[in-house]
């Protein structure tokens, strides 16, 4: 909000060093955390065993996730080398990895379950 205000009435340039820290909680902290919550409840569960696969890599995908952001955030207001960056994105990149190799299972499992029935 103290953007879009300090968009209209220009009444502190400096405010406009928070714009990559605002993006990066919304896209990152907010858009993409939000698909992947709704993908895991979702996705069709498993028949038997833990329903929606192991608990420990889902939080584990949360916690590298979350970590990359808050490393990138503060990359951003510390004004740091591009390597914390770097490091940010690759945890970011990890959690998305790790979302995608405990969730396949699911849709290929009822995939292949429901083919085979027919």
């Known amino acids: 909000m103290i953007l879009l205000i300090n968009k209209a009435l220009n009444f502190e340039p400096v405010i406009w060093i928070f714009l990559p820290v605002h993006i990066e909680f919304?896209?990152?902290?907010?858009i993409i955390q939000f698909t992947l919550g709704v993908a895991h409840w979702m996705l069709p569960r498993f028949l038997v065993g833990e329903p929606r696969g192991?608990?420990?890599?889902?939080?584990l995908m949360v916690f590298v996730l979350n970590l990359?952001?808050?490393l990138f955030i503060l990359a951003e207001l510390r004004?740091?080398?591009n390597t914390l960056r770097l490091i940010a994105r690759s945890l970011e990149l990890v959690g998305?990895?790790?979302f995608a190799s405990l969730h396949w299972k699911r849709v290929v499992t009822y995939n292949r379950r429901k083919t085979t029935k027919a």
């Open 26 to 30: 919304m896209i990152f902290g907010w």
């Open 54 to 59: 192991q608990t420990f890599l889902a939080y």
């Open 68 to 70: 990359g952001i808050w």
């Open 79 to 81: 004004d740091v080398s």
């Open 96 to 98: 998305v990895l790790l």
